[in-house]
């Protein structure tokens, strides 16, 4: 079985301020790892995935997440936050071949502060 | 590609009635999934389809909940006697291949009043 945990329910920033949205999994096999963004009134879209290889992976839109086997965890952050990432956050596992469902974490609402 | 779309956008329905809801994947996009997210919370996974074939439904699915993909295209999902718990976004997600990421539709939100 898989799990996500996402520690923080609601994470309020100031404008161009960094930002760490807390991601760690449970799973007994190995795991495909993801972060989906939820803008307001609009469907989930995918923002980052880690599949294999290098562990950093990033975003278009500036976002980063690092995937720490040791630590079973996948944060995602931004150094400078804008007006426009206000969203939820999920952070989700797949697990392989014949285990390929989404388990989402309860997501992460980023609000920025102007 | 025009994406993954779902119909109806939002149903309002009565206890006890059955709601049919369709999604269209993107085109040529094998894996079909459904999921459903409540208030606060992350999507539930329900079931998913490989092609036509039905591969794998959650405990969530009770027997009031049935999905088809007849000829791997579309899907359904039909809810039978609907209960206020079913209140939800209903989403449906597809994908190339088992390794690739799942695109979601915008949801069918449902409210049983």
């Known amino acids: 079985a898989q799990s996500v945990t996402q520690l923080d329910s609601q994470v309020p920033v100031f404008e161009e301020a960094p930002v760490e949205l807390r991601c760690n999994y449970s799973?007994?096999?190995?795991?495909?790892l993801f972060w989906y963004v939820q803008y307001p009134n609009q469907g989930l879209q995918l923002l980052l995935k880690?599949?294999?290889?290098?562990?950093l992976v990033e975003s278009i839109n500036g976002f980063e997440a690092e995937f720490n086997k040791s630590q079973t965890s996948f944060h995602l952050r931004k150094p400078s936050v804008h007006i426009s990432d206000t969203a939820e956050y999920f952070c989700?596992?797949?697990?392989?071949?014949?285990?390929?469902?989404?388990?989402f974490g309860t997501g992460t609402r980023l609000t920025i502060i102007p | 590609d025009t994406g993954v779309s779902q119909d109806p956008r939002h149903k309002i329905t009565k206890r006890g009635q059955n709601v049919t809801f369709r999604c269209d994947p993107i085109?040529?996009?094998?894996?079909l999934y459904w999921y459903r997210q409540t208030l606060g919370q992350g999507p539930e996974f329900l079931t998913y389809f490989q092609n036509e074939a039905q591969l794998e439904k959650s405990r969530l699915l009770s027997d009031r909940f049935s999905a088809e993909r007849p000829k791997g295209s579309f899907s359904t999902l039909e809810i039978q006697r609907t209960e206020q718990g079913d209140s939800a976004m209903y989403l449906c997600?597809?994908?190339?291949?088992?390794?690739?990421?799942?695109?979601f539709g915008p949801g069918t939100r449902l409210t049983v009043t």
């Open positions: 799973s007994s096999v190995s795991v495909y």
């Open positions: 880690y599949l294999s290889g290098s562990t």
């Open positions: 997600a597809s994908s190339y291949d088992w390794t690739y990421e799942q695109y």
């Open positions: 085109s040529e996009h094998n894996r």
């Open positions: 989700a596992v797949r697990g392989p071949f014949g285990n390929e469902k989404l388990t």
